[in-house]
């Protein structure tokens, strides 16, 4: 009978259980980028950087 002109006008923001979801995905993306960069591949690549950036020029 009485009804809201817009019926989303309560439903603002992200509820609890959204921000559930987003952290844990956050985490997981977290996660799995923090398993890549301990790789030894990436791990020696990043050394091989920093080494060589620190390295004086001639």
């Known amino acids: ?3 809201s002109p817009c019926p989303f006008t309560l439903d603002r923001g992200m509820s ?3 921000y559930a ?3 844990i995905a ?3 993306i977290a996660g799995v ?3 890549i960069a ?3 591949p990436v791990s020696a690549a ?3 950087v920093f080494v060589d950036a620190l390295q004086p020029r001639h």
Request: no cysteine.
């Open 46 to 48: 990043l050394t091989k």
């Open 1 to 3: 009978m009485f009804s």
């Open 16 to 18: 609890t259980a959204e």
């Open 26 to 28: 956050a985490v997981a």
């Open 21 to 23: 979801v987003g952290t």
């Open 33 to 35: 980028l923090y398993l």
């Open 38 to 40: 301990t790789s030894e």
